[in-house]
């Protein structure tokens, strides 16, 4: 393995842990607008631009650290995940069935993002 491609395996590892941290951060956030003060709204919906874009990076870095198909496809399905929140957010008005897909998205991402993190992990402790 090049040094390239082992930096891109700890890099997409890296990026996967604070990803799934910052899902957990979020889904936080949400709580604490539903069931403290729904002033928290803007926390929840200013704080998701600060990652959104991970699931983009470790996509890419699923290519160059060579990771197995699974975890490209994975973090592909993530990029699909998260696109399908903003959708859901902001369909709300249109179609309140829509936002309650929100949450169980929610959880599907939450549950790649440990999952690339466990999977990913092998390639990079030896």
């Not at 951060?25 to 803007?42: E, I, K």
């Not at 919906?45 to 290519?63: E, P, R």
């Amino acid at each position: 393995m090049t040094g390239g491609v082992r930096v891109a395996r700890i890099a997409f590892f890296a990026v996967a842990i604070l990803f799934a941290l910052c899902v957990a951060t979020q889904v936080f956030l949400a709580g604490m607008s539903v069931f403290v003060d729904p002033a928290h709204w803007v926390n929840h919906t200013t704080f998701v631009h600060f990652f959104d874009k991970l699931d983009i990076v470790m996509l890419i870095l699923s290519f160059a650290g060579k990771l197995p198909n699974a975890l490209r496809w994975q973090s592909g399905a993530l990029v699909v995940l998260t696109f399908a929140m903003y959708v859901t957010a902001n369909l709300t008005v249109l179609l309140p069935l829509a936002g309650a897909l929100h949450p169980v998205l929610a959880m599907a991402i939450f549950w790649l993002a440990v999952h690339a993190v466990v999977k990913s992990r092998p390639s990079v402790v030896r």
